[in-house]
Structures are given as structure tokens and as C-alpha cells.
């Protein structure tokens, strides 16, 4: 299907595991976000990538890990879930705008939860 | 820093006007977007405005900006039961990487 995608779209674990949240588009953006969704923090940027094999920290990036091999796919690796990192997780992609314009197109989210 | 604040809550009644405010801190910010999420869903864009603009309509929507006072607002026409969603504003992050600085979003709930 055309559009952004994320699997899994629900997700149970417990403290310690290793998780992995996918996310994969088919526009051939050159950006791609991952942000996290907390009651009374709005949306906050986890890590984003300006293209393939480029990624940044955004401004809660510990205790997470991107990469971005290919230009379509930008998986979110939890190395060691806590239960802070119970959340909403959501991610984005742009084409980097033009004229500027920068409009982000988002997945439906994956609900993430740590017991 | 960076802070983009709204209001967490707005109750109104079917048929009336809703009115979502916004403020933001980076005045030389070209573009400023409204996003709606609906329950369990993604943010999908509204609408968006550029900065050399002081108002721009779009069906049932009107955005106004007060650069200013760096003050957005989204005013919604005829507010249905179906409008109910949390409204985002965003404006563009500092720098050329693309990042959008979102606000804590705001509640809409539209009474029957």
C-alpha cells in the first residue's frame, strides 16, 4: 500500500528486552522522524534522518537506537525497554519541502507498553 | 529554547465556533501548521500558513497569524461532532534540519 506504514501497531514487553518498531514509506522521502506521544508533552522528536545512512538526534533520544540503510525503512530499536518508554510512538516522513514548505506525513502509530 | 504552548482543552457546542490558540517563539519560522489527530490515529495536516501571511481560509477553516505577538489561531466554522480530535500547531525548528517543533496539542470535544 502507497503511504507510511508502521508495524506493529500494538506491542507488549517487559523491562530489559530489546524491541523493534518499524516503519517503512513508499514516497521515496529523503526525511524520516520518530517521535514519541505522552499525555502533557505533545509530540517530542526522538531521532530523525536527513536521507540514507544519515541520522540525528532529536531531543529525547536515550535509551533508543535508528538506522536507515535504505531510504524507505527507519526502524526504532529500544535496546533495553524501560517503563518510561511506555508511549505512543509515532513515525513521520518529508520530503524535506518545497519552497520550504516541509510538511511531515505520519503513520497511524505504534502503542507501545512496558511492564 | 524552542516552545511552542497551547491550551489543553476546548469544549464547544455543535454549530458553534471553535477558536484554537497558539503560540509560538521563533519568529523567523516561514511556516506554521495546524495538525488534527483523531482518536488512535496518526496527525494528519489541516492546514498551514506562511509566515507573510496574516490570515488564510480554507472552507469551514480559518487561520489567522499575528507575527507580532508570534500568536497562531484555527478557527473552525459550524464545529461538528465529527471535528472532535486534538489539534496540533507546529512550527519549523531552528536550523536546516527539517524538524518540526509541535505544541502539547488541544483537546476539542464538540458537544451534541
Known amino acids: 500500500d502507497a503511504g507510511i506504514t508502521q508495524s506493529p501497531r500494538y506491542k507488549i514487553t517487559e523491562t530489559g528486552r530489546q524491541v523493534t518498531l518499524m516503519c517503512h514509506q513508499t514516497w521515496s522521502h529523503s526525511y524520516m522522524f520518530w517521535y514519541r506521544q505522552d499525555l502533557g508533552h505533545g509530540l517530542r522528536l526522538i531521532y530523525y534522518s536527513a536521507a540514507a545512512d544519515i541520522t540525528d538526534k532529536g531531543e529525547v533520544p536515550d535509551g533508543y537506537v535508528v538506522s536507515r540503510s535504505k531510504t524507505e525503512n527507519f526502524p526504532l530499536t529500544l535496546e533495553s525497554a524501560t517503563r518510561s518508554q511506555t508511549s505512543v510512538y509515532f513515525c513521520?516522513?518529508?520530503?524535506?519541502?518545497?519552497?520550504?514548505?516541509?510538511?511531515?506525513?505520519f503513520g497511524a502509530g505504534t502503542r507501545l507498553s512496558v511492564l | 529554547g524552542e516552545d511552542v504552548e497551547q491550551s489543553l482543552f476546548l469544549s464547544v457546542r455543535e454549530g458553534d465556533s471553535s477558536v484554537i490558540n497558539c503560540t509560538y517563539t521563533?519568529?523567523?519560522?516561514?511556516?506554521l501548521y495546524w495538525y488534527k489527530q483523531e482518536p488512535g490515529a496518526g496527525l494528519q495536516l489541516l492546514t498551514y500558513?506562511?509566515?507573510?501571511?496574516d490570515m488564510k481560509q480554507d472552507q469551514r477553516l480559518t487561520v489567522l497569524l499575528n507575527k507580532k505577538d508570534k500568536h497562531l489561531s484555527l478557527r473552525i466554522a459550524d464545529t461538528q461532532t465529527g471535528d472532535s480530535a486534538i489539534y496540533f500547531c507546529?512550527?519549523?525548528?531552528?536550523?536546516?534540519?527539517?524538524?518540526?517543533?509541535f505544541g502539547t496539542g488541544t483537546l476539542l470535544a464538540v458537544q451534541p
Open positions: 521563533d519568529s523567523s519560522s516561514t511556516y
Open positions: 500558513i506562511f509566515s507573510n501571511m
Open positions: 507546529a512550527e519549523i525548528g531552528r536550523g536546516a534540519t527539517n524538524k518540526l517543533i
Open positions: 513521520a516522513s518529508s520530503d524535506g519541502g518545497v519552497a520550504g514548505k516541509n510538511i511531515q506525513y
